[in-house]
């Protein structure tokens, strides 16, 4: 009985200090983003990298899940003749919903990865500690531009995966369902309103830095060789999205729990 | 010493869990000198060197460099001491996504603030020194051999003409001829800076070669400490165990026998 609350007791304070470590990294690479110097070359470079090339995976993701939100709204909905509801059904649904998290979830994969990979692979070869003898902070130089351009670059993304989601629902009602081209536009737009992409928008930045904080975090503090990158990499991925989860729910909650 | 030193360690400590890896560390380095640190695997001599640049912070004890204090110091106080220090790393710790040349030149560029064009010069200059050539110098560091990636580290170290520069384990994983080749370097470029150097590795030769003083640690603290031309007639049993290279001695490896 003992050994059983110690190691729940040991597991909590152990949660505790994880998390606190957590927040002091996320605070060190906050105030690190409004000081210089700055790397506006990495930025840029990671901006490219986070943005422009996740545009495939997040244009499929989206256009795909547009097009089986139609699909299944209008079996759905015809149950009781509410078919004509299926444009606002789906224009409501990516923007609020699918675009950020479906686009917030493969970002953790690709990005979120590579990001704890790669530090992690120059924490345990020591190329960070030769950053500091170099007198660069590595703070600023490998976590403040992953940070920024995830922050930054998530909305974009999104913003685009709101376009191509809405895109895809359109082509399955028009040229499947037999819809009209000008009353589908028109019922997409009319019952949208600035709130429900702009609540979109702040959920992707949130992931954004969710998600290259994850990835520069654990891989920052990886140990031990080829394992521990890899159980970096694991971790960042997984903390990444299931606190995108959670943030998703809470910032739902701020914006339209009335 | 009549002057007064340019590394001073006293009482540094430092453990990890249950290992007290150092306990007690006094240590001078005069101006000018090389010293080389001896010591088995596991003895600490790592996480001195670490100590001294501030990649770890110890316990307890003090570590002045020209008479200031070190320990403690954070930031940008920090950023202006380690100006003063180059590092060889074991594992060369090249940056993998530069070139060589930026490799070497990197102190010069992200901490001093050199011209690009200016500090590539500096860098082919660095090279040559090396003994490479032009066409290395626009490699990636994953291209090269082992000893040609020791002799890019040992560029960077002393590109930024440190007055302190530390040598971890240079001679590791190297073929004898290179390993005298690397030790001729070392001996050369702190020779022509006039840099103070601070060594750690087992291989004898290479202590032999590179060392006007040597010091041993072992079990966290300096046991023996005298010029090189000494250390035959120590009359210290660990040293001449050490340095005779006898698995039998004073000094007992951890080794568990089938």
Known sequence: MLTLLRTIGAGFLGFLAGTGRLVMFAATAISHCFRPPFYFRLIGRQMLDIGYYSLPVVGMT???????????????????????????????????????????????????????AEIGTMRVTEQIDALTTLSTNPFKYLVVPRIMAGTLMLPLLVLTGDIIGVFGGYVVAVYKLGFNPGTYIKSTVEYLEFIDV??????????????????????????????????????????????????????TELFFAR | MSTSPKIRIRGLKKRFGSKQVLNGVDLDVGIGESLVIIGGSGSGKSVLLKCILGLITPDEGSIQIDGEETTGLSGRERERVMRKFGMLFQGGALFDSLKVWEN?????????????????????????????????????????????????????AIATEPEIIFFDEPTTGLDPIMADVINDLIAA??????????SITHDMASA????????????????WHGAVAEIDNSGNDHVDQFINGRAEGPIQMQVTRP
């Open chain 2, 189 to 198: 470029s702190v020779k022509e800076l006039g840099a103070t150097a601070m």
């Open chain 2, 208 to 223: 032999r070669k590179i060392a006007d003083h040597i010091a041993m640690i072992y079990e966290g603290r300096i046991i």
């Open chain 1, 198 to 251: 702009a609540s979109g928008l702040v959920k992707a930045a949130v992931f954004g830095f969710l998600i290259s904080l994850m990835g520069c975090y654990h891989g920052y503090n990886s140990r031990g060789g080829a394992q521990g990158v890899g159980a970096a990499t694991t971790n960042a991925v997984v903390s990444a999205s299931i606190l995108l989860l959670i943030f998703n729910y809470i910032i």
């Open chain 2, 104 to 156: 070497v030149a990197f102190g010069l560029i992200q901490g001093r603030g050199t011209a690009k064009a200016e500090a590539r010069l500096v860098a082919l200059e660095k090279l040559a020194q090396v003994g490479l050539t032009e066409a290395v110098a626009e490699l990636s560091p994953a291209e090269l051999s082992g000893g040609m990636q020791k002799r890019v580290a040992l560029a960077r």
């Open chain 1, 62 to 116: 989206t256009l795909f899940s547009g097009m089986v939100l139609a699909l299944q709204s209008y079996s759905g909905f015809a149950r009781f003749s509410a078919e004509g509801a299926i444009a606002t059904v789906v224009v409501l649904s990516m923007t609020r919903e699918l675009a950020p998290v479906l686009a917030g979830l493969m970002v953790a994969g690709r990005v979120g990865a590579a990001m704890a």
